[in-house]
């Protein structure tokens, strides 16, 4: 397990990118892995935090009418799309 401290930030979107080590700077194996963002106000009370991530689109499924994007080997639907660009 490794955490990431950025330090203050002001509100709004903010992108956060791993080298893929670990605590001990020791380099993660291939896999899997999520991110969880924990944040807090000036005050140190802790506020909601949204996580996005971004990724190739690999194929796309059809299913009840519903479109399902694969994006590495996360399936998402049209609604959780923010942005599309190459």
Do not use: C
Request: aromatic letters at 6%; zero cysteines.
């Amino acid at each position: 397990m490794t955490s990431l401290d950025t330090g203050a930030k002001a509100a709004g979107e903010h992108v956060i990118s791993w080298d893929g080590t670990d605590s001990q700077g020791i380099q993660m194996q291939d896999g899997s892995y999520f991110a969880e963002v924990v944040a807090a106000d000036e005050n140190g009370n802790p506020v909601e935090a949204e996580t996005l991530f971004s990724g190739r689109a690999v194929e796309i499924n059809f299913r009840n009418n519903t479109a399902y994007i694969m994006i590495g080997n996360r399936e998402i639907t049209l609604d959780d799309i923010r942005k599309i660009s190459s």
